[in-house]
């Protein structure tokens, strides 16, 4: 049974090792991290930065065989109608068994319930059909009002899709 609890420190080496190559790392977290491959404790360092913010939120999906999901949440705005989900990522033995949606699943129904945003935004690169496919499962949709960004990785630069779900279509 996959449940969802608060991230902690001990996540973060087998979180780091999910990415794999260095274009899996950046589908997941973009220009976030200045170098590759990044650590455990560079992880950790990220998200102590954000510690005494009331507005991020990091978890670790997990079940019977230990982690196998991590994602994080953070308002984007002062007023808090809007939360960002980012560094979504589930194991790569786990991926294509659900995992990824029922996850968002649990985050969007938390994120609702106890947060209480009005919608749930994320982006997701054009050259990531996995995980598009994942979140337009989970009830995201492209949002038209927003015009896509772009991101330069290497030498290559890549569009980022935009996606939302609203708390009256969720709820």
């Known amino acids: ?65 230990g982690i196998v999901g991590h994602l994080i949440m953070r308002f984007t705005d002062k007023e808090k109608h809007t939360l960002r ?32 945003p009005e919608r749930i935004t994320l982006g997701v690169f054009e050259n990531n059909p996995a995980a598009h496919r994942c979140y337009l499962a989970a009830g995201f949709t492209e949002t038209v009002e927003t015009p896509p960004s772009f991101f330069h990785i290497g030498k290559d630069t890549w569009k980022c899709l935009e996606m939302e779900l609203k708390k009256n279509i969720f709820f």
């Open 1 to 65: 049974m996959l449940r969802l609890r608060p991230y902690k420190s001990c996540d973060a080496s087998a979180i780091v090792s999910w990415s794999g190559d260095e274009i899996s790392f950046r589908k997941w977290s973009a220009d976030r991290f200045p170098a590759y491959p990044i650590t455990a404790e560079d992880l950790n360092r990220h998200y102590e930065a954000m510690a005494d913010s009331d507005s991020f939120y990091e978890f670790t999906a997990f079940d019977e065989t």
């Open 85 to 116: 989900f980012g560094f979504v990522i589930v194991d790569p033995n786990k991926r294509g068994k659900g995992y990824g949606r029922k996850m968002l699943s649990m985050a969007i129904q938390y994120a609702f319930e106890f947060l209480g």
